[in-house]
């Protein structure tokens, strides 16, 4: 079974520029979580989707940050503008029960 | 507020012996516990997990253990290799609510 995929996985960019994650979660689980991990921190959840529905965003900061997952597949996080306090790793989880399985993540540079 | 704790950043054992890697949460409404393990430029990978039903969970060289009363729980790994150096962190939730609260992680390191 393939696991969580991400991409791109490391991205440089300098601020004010907008930045785009993509996700593709487990065949078959309907819930996809997008996460933040600060350097030396554990995850922390951005926004939690069941199928196209985002059920939980209270943690997305809404002035920049958006997220879409059209067709309850794939997943699109996006940043605009970025600051350089973005600068984190972004990691895509997938669940059809109470396990989450998590993708390598996106290493985010912001100069 | 930090709803879960891994006081311990980092952690050294010999080869062969116990690891045991510990976390104390505060929220007493978390009931299910997991523990994730994680390489360098990696994802966390889950490892094991435990419902507040139970207070103990095997699977082969881990084992979770969970103390309600104290709010606390801990994995053991019998015996240690030197694959199981990475970073473990635990997380847990709520009942019906999928979100997991991490914490800080701890960084185990097997000594050959």
């Known amino acids: 079974e393939a696991g969580v995929v991400q991409s791109p996985r490391y991205k440089i960019i300098e601020k004010k520029q907008p930045v785009a994650f993509w996700c593709n979660p487990i065949s078959g689980h309907n819930t996809l979580y997008w996460y933040l991990q600060n350097l030396g921190q554990g995850p922390e959840l951005l926004i939690r989707y069941e199928n196209e529905e985002a059920v939980d965003d209270s943690q997305l900061p809404k002035d920049r940050f958006s997220a879409e997952r059209l067709k309850g597949v794939d997943s699109t996080l996006k940043i605009q503008p970025a600051e350089l306090g973005d600068s984190a790793v972004y990691l895509c989880?997938?669940?059809?029960?109470?396990?989450?399985?998590f993708g390598p993540g996106t290493r985010l540079l912001v100069l | 507020d930090q709803q879960v704790k891994q006081n311990s950043p980092s952690l050294s054992v010999q080869e062969g012996r116990i690891s045991i890697l510990n976390c104390d949460y505060t929220?007493?409404?978390?009931?299910?516990f997991l523990w994730y393990k994680k390489y360098p430029a990696e994802g966390p990978t889950f490892l094991i997990s435990?419902?507040?039903?139970?207070d103990k969970n095997e699977d082969g060289r881990f084992t979770v253990f969970l103390n309600k009363s104290a709010k606390h729980l801990s994995l053991h790994i019998v015996p240690s290799q030197p694959g199981d150096s990475a970073v473990y962190f635990c997380?847990?939730?709520?009942?019906?609510?999928?979100?997991?609260?991490f914490g800080t992680g701890t960084r185990l390191t097997i000594i050959p």
């Open positions: 989880a997938s669940s059809r029960g109470e396990t989450q399985y």
């Open positions: 435990i419902s507040s039903i139970k």
């Open positions: 929220n007493s409404m978390f009931d299910y």
């Open positions: 997380a847990a939730s709520l009942f019906g609510n999928e979100k997991l609260t």
